[in-house]
């Protein structure tokens, strides 16, 4: 089974904190997804890397930067937290040789900034 | 812009009945369609994938349908158990966007299934 593992499940920081959230997975796919998951509107893509150093901006990368340093590992930063940020952070993998390239997901970091 | 809308917003059910869940999109390119379920406080798990040429799939107790020509789904839950109990989301993944799958998300429909 695919297994796709967040750093934490709940994280409580104050506004002006950088913020780092570790997602690993472990089926050696090339794709990996950051989204924020906010009452009413729906996951929304933040950030995606299709290969270790690379990256692409989503939807809404204002506020975040990532990292993937290697094939497993992709994180989130958030330079300096807000309030506004207080959200539910999923990360997902794909695998990009097997179409419609499902997507895993982990179980989500809920994020609180105070 | 690409939209789904899923309805109804929430549906509460007795154990052991069937439901149906509806979802609309104006995807372009359209090129597949996925129903996930949500557990509260946990990350979306696929349920169906359907690509353009398909219109059914099922899934145990969880049937989902597809009509490419009127951009419609819906995920049909047969006997439904307390389990059930969680956010379905409908998901469209545009066709241009190579490999890393760009998608769209609906809202979700909470179900809750009591005794």
């Known amino acids: 089974d695919v297994k796709v593992t967040q750093s934490s499940r709940y994280l409580v920081k104050r506004t002006g904190e950088k913020v780092f959230l570790e997602c690993v997975q472990d089926?050696?796919?090339?794709?990996m997804f950051w989204y924020r998951q906010d009452p009413g509107l729906g996951l929304r893509l933040i950030y995606f890397s299709y290969d270790v150093k690379m990256k692409e901006k989503g939807d809404i990368p204002e506020g975040y930067s990532v990292s993937r340093e290697k094939k497993e590992r992709f994180s989130l930063i958030l330079e300096s937290a807000s309030t506004n940020q207080t959200s539910m952070y999923l990360c997902a993998s794909s695998f990009t040789g097997v179409y419609p390239y499902e997507q895993y997901f982990g179980p989500g970091t809920r994020l609180t900034v105070t | 812009k690409n939209q789904v809308e899923q309805s109804p917003q929430s549906l509460i059910i007795l154990e052991g009945k069937n439901c149906t869940l509806q979802?609309?999109?104006?995807?372009?390119?359209?090129?597949?369609l996925r129903w996930y379920k949500q557990d509260t406080g946990r990350g979306p798990v696929s349920l169906t994938i359907m690509t353009f040429s398909e219109n059914t799939k099922s899934n145990g107790r969880y049937t989902a349908t597809l009509d490419a020509d009127t951009k419609q789904s819906s995920l049909h839950i047969t006997a439904s158990q307390l389990s059930d109990s969680a956010s379905y989301i409908c998901v469209v993944s545009a066709g241009n966007t190579g490999t890393a799958s760009k998608l769209t998300f609906g809202t979700g429909t909470r179900l809750q299934v009591t005794l």
């Open positions: 089926m050696d796919h090339e794709n």
């Open positions: 979802c609309n999109y104006t995807v372009s390119p359209f090129s597949n």
